[in-house]
């Protein structure tokens, strides 16, 4: 979640503007295309919150240990009117195994989703042997991303980040998740 907005205002910087807003972030959709044999995520929804808040919720399954043998990158593509014509930010986010994904990124956002969802806390000191996301079933509760991590350079409008997963001894795309959301501005 928080790479990809970090290296969009990065792509994006220029010299700071002058006026100042609040930017609010409303997830809209989550889509799983392919890959059912890696993760399940029918049982996952956006949900309505309150007025101006949307939350993950549900319940999903890991099928199979997500470990050095598949590997993850995410895309970032935008859509200006949200008519559904996305064009894609021209930006590379390395692709990565899954056991380093969990020992460098995992480890280092796991608070994030601490309190709303049963994945494994890992101990960075003391991982565990398996360097992988395990396979199980899992809830998530209340979900919901923090806008604090959208710099200000990323422009309004309807996002979608793509997660693709690949297999990494074939180098075959084996499933895609897709986030939908919405970045809104409110100048003040
Ligand atoms: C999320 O799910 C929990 C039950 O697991 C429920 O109590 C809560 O109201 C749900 N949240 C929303 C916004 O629907
Ligand atoms: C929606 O809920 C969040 C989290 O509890 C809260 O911070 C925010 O002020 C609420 N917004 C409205 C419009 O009630
Ligand atoms: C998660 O819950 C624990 C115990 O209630 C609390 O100490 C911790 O600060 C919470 N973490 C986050 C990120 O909210």
Redesign the pocket.
């Known amino acids: 979640m928080l790479i990809p907005w970090v290296i969009i205002g990065i792509w994006l910087a220029r010299p700071t503007p002058i006026s100042s807003f609040v930017i609010e972030v409303q997830m809209d959709r989550i889509e799983q295309i392919g890959g059912e044999h890696l993760l399940d995520l029918s049982g996952i929804r956006v949900r309505k919150?309150?007025?101006?808040?949307s939350v993950i919720n549900g319940t999903y399954s890991i099928v199979r240990d997500l470990d050095e043998s598949l590997a993850f990158t995410v895309t970032v593509a935008r859509s200006a009117l949200g008519n559904n014509q996305f064009n894609e930010y021209p930006m590379k986010i390395p692709r990565k195994d899954g056991c380093r994904i969990f020992l460098e990124d995992y480890s280092e956002y796991q608070h994030v989703w601490a309190n709303t969802t049963n994945l494994p806390q890992v101990d960075k000191e003391a991982p565990p042997a398996l360097c992988a996301l395990p396979k199980g079933d899992y809830w998530v509760k209340d979900f919901?991303p923090d806008a604090s991590w959208v710099p200000p350079v990323v422009p309004e409008g309807f996002w979608r980040m793509t997660w693709h997963m690949y297999s990494a001894v074939t180098d075959e795309l084996e499933g895609q998740v897709r986030l939908f959301i919405r970045v809104k501005k409110d100048i003040f």
Request: proline content about 0%; cysteine-free; glycine content about 0%.
């Open positions: 919150y309150n007025r101006t808040l919901a």
